[in-house]
Structures are given as C-alpha cells and as structure tokens.
C-alpha cells in the first residue's frame, strides 16, 4: 500500500525558515517523480514544486519560486521542502504528492499534510 | 500560465440524481486533465486523469470526458459519500494549475 507520511510542520515567524519531511512507503520512491500542493485555510489547492525520480529536475511555482527548494533522498526514501524566507501568505496545509504511473504529471498518491502557519 | 476554470462553483444535488461539472482550460490541455474529489478535514483523491481514465477503485458512477480547453465531470447517481470538493487540474504545461473548485452539496 502506498504511504505518504509528512512532517515538519508548525509555527513560524514570518521571514523564517522551516522543512517539510515526506516518508515514502509501499513502492520505490527513486522510480518516481513527487512534488508539493499547498491548500491555505478554507481555499483551494496549489501547487508548489516537483521533482523528477532522479533528482535532476525541479519546477516552482512563481510564488515560491527563489526561497523554497525541493530535494529527495531516494535512499531513504524521503522528500523534502525546505522554505526559507516565509510570508504569511504561505500558510497552508502543504501536502506530499506522487506523479502517476509512467511519471504522468498527475496527483496518484496524496500524504495526509502537515500544516505550516507563518504569523508573528 | 494555463488558468482552469470551473462550474458551477456550487452544485445542490438531491441523492439518486445525476451532477455534472464543469472545467474550462484558457488554452488547450489535450486530455492531460485530471479530477479530484477532497472531504472537509482529508487530502484530495485522484477519481480521472487523462480527462476520462478512471483511477483504481473509483467506483464506475464516476466518468470524465472532454478534451483540449473543454471538460466534463459526471456522477450518474450521487450518494451520500459523493458530497464533497472536486478539483480539476492540467498537467500538460508548467506551472501545474488546479481550477478552484466546485462544491457539491445536498439539495
């Protein structure tokens, strides 16, 4: 069974900085591409970064784009997003996600998020 | 960047009856669309990609149709565990875009 399992989550000031842990389970991480969607409070969904199953290719959004960075340990089975320089804006539910079979772009697999609330 | 835009943004449904929805690309996606169903308090579920492939055990009353800016979304019969969020999103350019979502609610 596929699992999805984030962490790192929590308060933050703004101009912070904070990373977001994803604990892969029930398939091999290092054959597929994952990313970050993001849901603020009550709105809809955004997404944030992807990440190629190798590691050499990464897309941002533009409003994250030059202060977070997306990463993955295929070793240990793990994604990462590191944020740095957070906004009050960027307080969300931030969700792990994996690209469908055959490394289509779609959201197959989803974690069950953590929250990230940027306030001082 | 490709905005997705979706209709109604709520939809009132009795249980039994058929809902579609609608999702609109502001160019051409091919069939590179995908559609999500979320519940208040769980993480969004994959039910189509590829505009019509319905995803592994979602249940046959789910169907996508559509291609290039111009996608449906249909529920044959909705039950009561159908009422929810869905999102539709395009994958066929960067940045990946999401539509903002249609509520389907009991009538």
């Known amino acids: 069974e596929v699992q999805l399992l984030e962490s790192g989550g929590g308060l933050v000031q703004p101009g912070g900085s904070l990373r977001l842990s994803c604990a892969a389970s029930?398939?091999?991480?290092?054959?597929?591409?994952m990313r970050w969607v993001r849901q603020a409070p009550g709105k809809g969904l955004e997404w944030v970064s992807d990440?190629?199953?190798?590691?050499?290719?990464?897309h941002y959004g533009d409003s994250v784009k030059g202060r977070f960075t997306i990463s993955r340990d295929n070793s240990k089975n793990i994604l990462y997003l590191q944020m740095n320089g957070l906004r009050a804006e960027d307080t969300a539910v931030y969700y792990c996600?994996?690209?469908?079979?055959?490394?289509?772009?779609?959201?197959?697999?989803w974690g069950q998020g953590t929250l990230v609330t940027v306030s001082s | 960047e490709i905005v997705m835009t979706q209709s109604p943004a709520t939809l009132s449904v009795s249980p039994g009856e058929r809902a579609t929805l609608s999702c609109r690309a502001s160019?051409?996606?091919?069939?590179?669309l995908a559609w999500y169903q979320q519940k208040p308090g769980q993480a969004p579920r994959l039910l189509i990609y590829g505009a019509s492939t319905r995803a592994t055990v979602i249940p046959a009353r789910f169907s996508g149709s559509g291609s290039g800016t111009e996608f449906t979304l249909t529920i044959s019969s909705l039950q009561s565990e159908d009422f929810a969020v869905y999102y539709c999103?395009?994958?066929?350019?960067?940045?990946?875009?999401f539509g903002g979502g249609t509520k389907v609610e009991i009538k």
């Open positions: 996600a994996r690209r469908g079979e055959g490394n289509l772009l779609h959201f197959e697999y």
């Open positions: 160019q051409s996606v091919s069939s590179n």
């Open positions: 029930g398939f091999t991480l290092s054959s597929y591409g």
């Open positions: 990440i190629s199953a190798s590691g050499r290719t990464t």
């Open positions: 999103q395009q994958y066929n350019n960067w940045p990946l875009t």
